[in-house]
């Protein structure tokens, strides 16, 4: 019954990439604006990147140059493609649907050596 389904974290060293997936379920989010949002323990939720119908995106000071989002309208999916991981990357990385108000369930990325 979930609205979206994020997938591809998991555990990297310092210095490596991961691709998370958003995928929708029961519905198609090809014009709407989306985002990635992460939180690590004790710490607030932060919007991390966006993109926008039109296809601007925006990204959190912290991992520009390093992370990109981009849709793929024939998997119906928003990704998020992340290089050159820190370990102050690590949290759990949700996908959220800013038109619809939907959200995932989150995927646990943890960068550590």
């Known amino acids: 019954q979930v609205q979206l389904v994020e997938s591809g974290g998991g555990l990297v060293q310092p210095g490596g990439s991961l691709r998370l997936s958003c995928a929708a379920s029961?519905?198609?989010?090809?014009?709407?604006?989306m985002g990635w949002y992460r939180q690590a323990p004790g710490k607030e939720r932060e919007l991390v990147a966006t993109?926008?119908?039109?296809?601007?995106?925006n990204y959190v000071d912290s991992v520009k140059g390093r992370f990109t989002i981009f849709r793929d309208t024939a998997r119906n999916t928003v990704n998020l493609q992340m290089r050159s991981l820190k370990p102050e990357d690590t949290a759990v990385y949700y996908c959220?649907?800013?038109?619809?108000?939907?959200w995932g369930q989150g995927t646990q990325v943890t960068v550590s050596s």
């Open positions: 959220n649907d800013r038109d619809m108000g939907y």
């Open positions: 029961g519905y198609i989010f090809r014009f709407n604006a």
């Open positions: 993109i926008i119908s039109g296809g601007s995106t």
